[in-house]
């Protein structure tokens, strides 16, 4: 895909694919008796998962998904992609320093992070690319990468997003990956207006690590979203594991990260626009596209293929209009997102509605 054209895209419907961070999901909870475990009240637990220090582990985290996405969004649709992960094997040294070998049916997709070096390698092509990332920008980078595939990462995220329009609790024990866990759910305050009925996070008993996260949606009994650790072992990890060395006869990139001025003057343009209507769970985020994205496209592409990100959301999205506009409506079980003809956007895990009235917000 075009990057302009993904830019868009992402910038559009990545909020309602990721809902605070989610992207992968759902595998039923685990089987067996409820391990008997101390007492501990709702907010002791919340601030021993905030505090808790990383440690290394290695585990498997099986993926799959009950979104509700057109077949064809999976491929069409800037991180929908993530949702055709089989499993993914995540090892942890605790300080940094991650593994991530990401299956998808017969091929295998390989990420290590080693301090200022990352090694991305495709089985399927049998390529590698080696980024050197420069101090300022791995500071940047390690911000957001590889949280789609770690349920600890992703759990401390949401905690923090909807703590405050929360009722927290503490709902029992579970067994997840073989270990004792604590169940803590949050469900939205009634004036809180979602798509969303409930938070679940099993915590680890003993590291206060999350090993389970799970998104229900308003009336649907089994997960919409869910990513857990099938197995986990909590050990120190070999050095070995995040070294790479490239197969024989690999392709291999080289090249070296950087902030492109230009692609930071269109974030930072984006940003500007961004604002956020609402909070808690029924928080929509609202922005316009940066013209230049556009314009620049249509002068790579010719003026008469201008309209290819339209014709490409009309094939999955259903058309829409209201006194804010008109435009296109996309929707999974857990949120939606809207981008009107002018270049504006608002996603969100809300009702169309809300989505809508956002659109009208000053």
């Known amino acids: 895909m075009d990057p302009k054209k993904k830019a868009i895209t992402a910038a559009v419907v990545g909020t309602a694919l990721g809902v605070g961070g989610l992207v992968v999901v759902a595998m039923p909870a685990s089987a067996g008796d409820a391990p008997k475990l101390p007492q501990v009240s709702a907010e002791d637990l919340v601030q021993s998962v905030v ?34 992960v089989d499993s993914a094997q995540v090892f942890s040294d605790g300080t940094g320093k991650t593994k991530v070998s990401l299956t998808k049916g017969q091929a295998q997709e390989t990420i290590i992070h080693n301090g200022n070096t990352v090694w991305d390698y495709d089985s399927k092509t049998n390529s590698a690319t080696k980024t050197t990332i420069p101090g300022d920008v791995a500071t940047k980078r ?11 990462t992703a759990a401390k995220e949401l905690l923090a997003k909807v703590r405050e329009s929360s009722n927290v609790a503490v709902d029992g024990t579970a067994t997840v990956a073989d270990r004792p866990a604590y169940e803590l759910v949050l469900t939205p305050k009634p004036t809180e207006r979602t798509l969303l009925r409930e938070i679940r996070v099993a915590i680890d008993s003993q590291t206060r690590m999350p090993l389970r996260l799970s998104v229900l949606s308003n009336g649907t009994t089994a997960p919409a979203l869910e990513l857990a650790f099938s197995k986990i072992e909590f050990a120190d990890q070999s050095a070995d594991l995040f070294a790479f060395t490239p197969p024989k006869g690999a392709k291999v990139t080289e090249k070296q990260a950087k902030i492109d001025e230009r692609d930071k003057a269109l974030a930072n343009e984006a940003m500007q626009a961004a604002k956020f209507v609402g909070d808690g769970w029924d928080t929509v985020v609202t922005g316009k596209v940066p013209a230049d994205l556009v314009k620049a496209k249509q002068q790579a592409q010719g003026e008469d293929k201008g309209a290819d990100v339209q014709k490409m959301l009309s094939r999955f999205a259903k058309r829409v209009n209201g006194p804010w506009g008109s435009g296109y409506l996309f929707t999974t079980k ?28 000053k």
């Open 142 to 152: 390690n911000s957001y990468e590889g949280k789609a595939v770690d349920p600890s």
């Open 51 to 84: 505090t808790a220090k990383p440690a290394p582990f290695d585990g498997t985290v099986t993926v799959s998904n009950d979104l509700g996405l057109p077949k064809m969004a999976t491929g069409a649709v800037p991180g929908a992609g993530a949702l055709g």
């Open 334 to 361: 857990v949120g939606g997102a809207v981008l009107t003809d002018d270049g504006r956007f608002a996603a969100g895990a809300v009702p169309e509605q809300v989505l809508y009235e956002a659109l009208g917000a």
